[in-house]
């Protein structure tokens, strides 16, 4: 059961992450395609305004970054104490 609970930590949360972040990105690269600039803090595309100020994503999502990171090392942990745990 540890085991199990450990990968699944382990995988889902950097997953989820990665795809929060990808979602992002793809708004991001289809506005600079589009000739824009991308305005992070207010999630727009500016065409004709200028530039956009640039926010990094853990800045702006702090607690999705650090939590998802801090539940992957706890399914790391659990997944090794599934690991080397005695079989009875």
Known sequence: MTLKLGLLLLILPPLALMGFWGME??????CIQQGGSFDYPSQTCLLDQGAGEFI????RYP??????????????????????????
């Open 25 to 30: 990105y793809a708004e991001v690269s289809r």
């Open 63 to 88: 607690t999705v970054v650090s939590g998802s990171l801090w539940a992957a090392f706890l399914g790391l942990l659990l997944t090794l104490h599934g690991l080397y745990r005695r079989r009875q």
């Open 56 to 59: 990094p994503f853990a800045q």
